[in-house]
């Protein structure tokens, strides 16, 4: 099993933990790329993600976090 995988499955394969994200999908799911860290959105861009705070988000979603402008429910 590779750390990949491992990450994967740590945040429940959601590429991006953000309830309210687009991007709140699992590997396998149109837009994900296999199991790796990008996805691409609605709109066509490409998107990484990271760990902001613990969590795993997107690029859009961390950009939001980092400002503040993104509040997430503790778990
Ligand atoms: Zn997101």
Known sequence: MNPA????TEFG?????NP?????VRSGDPGVQGVGNWATCADGHRVGR???GGRMLCDDCGRRWSA???SLENE
């Open 5 to 8: 995988q491992d990450e994967w």
């Open 68 to 70: 503040g402008r993104l």
């Open 20 to 24: 309210a994200c687009e991007l709140h």
């Open 13 to 17: 394969a959601y590429f991006c933990t």
């Open 50 to 52: 990271a760990r902001y």
